[in-house]
């Protein structure tokens, strides 16, 4: 009898709700999921904050909090340019068309593509660690292919229609996933046996984003039909006995209100109204694509948070701005914003939190604390318990591996319960702290499992998580168990 399984299956299924995932694996609307997971083990994790793509996605497949591998959102600003020779840097992965360079192609160009190269080179993949121990893999799909021996990616074409405006612009979701689904049996008929094999589904979270989270079950359904494809050329080619599945989610998804009222254009191409409180406080905030960064602020839109970067007006961004006269001078701004719409009438309401951090004082892991009205800091926990309306699931330990160098000085929370969010307008929105977009998936089975080893993969896969709620960051450890690496 096998100690371990023969090789590691991950199905990453984009922005799947925690919920829906488990309505699915009892209502038999996902027959082929449900079957690799029989017997399994559920870790049920909280993503990362904001629960957004890039973040989250590069926990999953690092092990490593954003403090660490430094993917702070979507969007974010690198005010050290660690990876451009100290030239302050905005990443904008999911922009598309609006920028000079389109860093949404730029993810999946080069050898490691723009997301292997900005994540902290010294925390290493899931594929170069299963490198390291001589075992082969194949990612279909995924924006970080960093080490994998074969990167199976998307057309430029397709990525580009994609991007533009957010909608595929004639080419289904479905039909995105089926071509990921092709190339990966394609690849396997070429007679490819990866040790570790990652198919990206993107359609559940698409969907949701066009249409609300109501869509999830049946677009979930949806992928299972491709999987059950798909798995049918894996157990052609002799893989699929003695596999280890994994399923996993980076985060969830909320409905909001897709009206332009709702929804709140930090960073550009804003609506200029957002740009008169930067110019209220006469600062030069970043507006213009592929503008140098050599302004005052940078906003980084996440769906239900935003990062305000702020620049000491006597220095450079790789100065620590002043807590005083830089940051809680800006704070304010937002606040009174947010309770009276002054220099910004978009923000009237919009607003459930402003988190501001000193850097001056503790250094680029400074923790968040929440401002209030009056100007005085509290912590997290605290704001939290005298506001019950602000829903939120792990706020402080998930804001705490935020707090590294590429985060905001500032952290605007959208007010989601009242449909705010940081994006252009849509029924589906994810980013916030919120359960719904929050709680995600890591689910593991290992097909053809005795019942003693599936009893061993769900006892010291627990023990690993005991007494305590996952989190994305730990699939990577329970990976590293159960397959050696
Ligand atoms: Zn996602």
Redesign the pocket.
Known sequence: MNEFPDRLLVIDI??LRQDVFHAAMVDGSAPHLAGLLSGGVHLDPVSTAPS??FC??TSLFTGAQSDEHGIAGNQFFDRFGAQTRGRARFYAFDIGDTLAVDDAVLVFSGAEGLLGKAANPGILTLYERAARRGLSSAVAHHMLGRGADAWLRPNLADIARFTKGGGLLGLSALEFDRQMVEKAARHLRGGARPDVLTLYFMGV?HRSHQHGPQDQPAALADVDGLLGEFLAEYDRAGLLDGALAAVVS??GQVGVTPDDRHSLRMSFPFDREMGYLFDALGLDVHDKPGEDPDCDAVAASNGGLAHVYLRHREGGWADAPRFQADVLRAGMAFWDANLTGRHAPDLQGALAMILARNVEAEGWQAGYRALTPEGRMLGVGEFLAGHPEIETVEAESRLERLAGPHAGDLLLVANSGEGFYFANPMPGM?GGLHPGESLCVASLGWVGASGGQAGRLREETGALIEGRRASVADLMPVLAKWMGV
């Open positions: 984009d922005g957004i793509t989250a996605q979270d980076d985060h994810h």
